[in-house]
């Protein structure tokens, strides 16, 4: 049955930005889609016939491309997602990108080019890697091997980027806005993982490793070659330099400063998740 076009779908409902956004947005009283493969009706980027009900009465979308918007196909999905969206009467679309990648820019424009209204999330790497994510299991076992040498990156906190994509989802100030998001401070990986051992009382070392023996690494442990191919690029070549300048899109966007690396180590500590059990 037609609902009233005033949901709001959030993709990725259940990735580190999806599932804030989410939360802010049930806690605010406001209509949630959850944009996901669990979901009822459920949401799949592989399989485009469950975009259509996903799509039904939404007034607005948070598009989070998973795994990546640099993998080979992204783009035209990106593309036929978008038509289809903007076909079913979506009139705002939210776009989470990242620094960098030359996909992730061919990606903004088609949505900047749809017809209807836009904000573009263009943010750095982020904090909760370290504590949501692959990095989280060699940090508990003391030590975070990566292919990246002394790279400082800006690393964003994904807080800031859901309270934005929150704002740009439900209010007029950010229309046709790209919000390049970073943290305010540049760290390397080394830096990064020494405030981490600091704010937890830990011994917790980084090791740069050559790119050719990390591939040999994720071959062992059996990832799939594309995701292998994606970790090896956004390290080596996104993670070059490029991105080691600070913007202020937080600051344009919030009215305030971007949250900065030590405030989240504090408050992630507090959860004892990088206290190793064993």
Known sequence: MKTTQDTLLVLGATGK?????????????LPVRLGSRGANP?????????????????????ISYQPDLAVPGALDTIQAFTNLAVKRGVGK??????????????????????GVDWTILRASWFFQNFSEAHFLEPILEGELAL?????????VDVEDIAEIAVQALTQPGHSRQLYELTGPRALTFAQAVEEIAQGTG????????????????????????QSIDLVLYLFTTVLDGRNTPLANGVQRALGRPARDFNDY??????TKIWQNQV
Not at 93 to 114: D, F, H, K, M, T
Not at 204 to 223: G, T
């Open 202 to 225: 830990r011994e917790i070392s980084f090791v740069a490793v050559p790119p050719d023996a990390y591939r040999q690494a994720l071959e062992q442990a059996q990832l799939p070659a």
């Open 42 to 62: 459920p949401f799949d980027w592989e399989n485009r016939r469950t975009w259509d009900a996903a799509l039904d009465g939404v007034h607005a979308v948070y």
């Open 93 to 114: 679309l939210v776009l989470l990108s990242g620094r960098g990648e030359v996909e992730a820019e061919q990606a903004e424009r088609v949505i900047q080019n749809s």
């Open 17 to 29: 930005t999806g599932r804030r956004i989410t939360q802010h947005l049930q806690a605010a009283g």
């Open 147 to 155: 292919p990246v040498g002394n790279i400082a990156e800006p690393f």
């Open 265 to 270: 180590v504090r408050r992630t500590a507090a």
